[in-house]
Each structure stands twice: as C-alpha cells, then as structure tokens.
C-alpha cells in the first residue's frame, strides 16, 4: 500500500505528484509509479533506490511503462 512505503520513498528525497499518481526524484532522476511500488516489496523498493542511475536518463519504474509522451509531459510537469 502506498501509504506504508511513502516514509521509505520521502527518506530517500523522493517527492509525491498527486496527478500522476507516481514519486519522483530530480536528482536521483528515477521516477516510480503507484503501481510499481504497490507491486514489490520493501526490500525491492529499497534495492532500486540504493542503485545509482549513471545513464544520464530518467529511470522511469512503471507497469507498464507509459508511452515516451507520456514520459515527456511528466518530465515536464516536474522540471525534469
């Protein structure tokens, strides 16, 4: 449920977009979907978040991921 993993996810910078239903971290540039995060485990969670993102790319963790415009107007509604 979102709510038990919201302290985990706002520990490790991440901030909520309520339209989007997803976290989302700038400087980590990882953005994670309600689902994803309803679907896997604390553990799990936590193993995405400890992993560096080198790729220069947002990692986007979403089922299913969303379409490239969709990605592109989250990214924009953040500052992405």
Do not use: C
Not at 4 to 15: E, H, S
Not at 22 to 34: C, G, H, L
Not at 37 to 43: G, I, L, M
């Amino acid at each position: 449920m979102k709510a038990a993993k919201d302290p985990i996810l706002r520990a490790a910078g991440y901030a909520y977009n309520f339209d989007r239903l997803a976290y989302y971290n700038r400087s980590a540039k990882k953005a994670f979907s309600v689902e994803w995060v309803e679907d896997h485990t604390d553990k799990e969670l936590r193993e995405e978040l400890s992993k560096t993102n080198n790729s220069g790319e947002w990692l986007v963790y979403a089922e299913p991921q969303p379409s490239e415009r969709v990605k592109r107007e989250f990214l924009a509604e953040i500052g992405g």
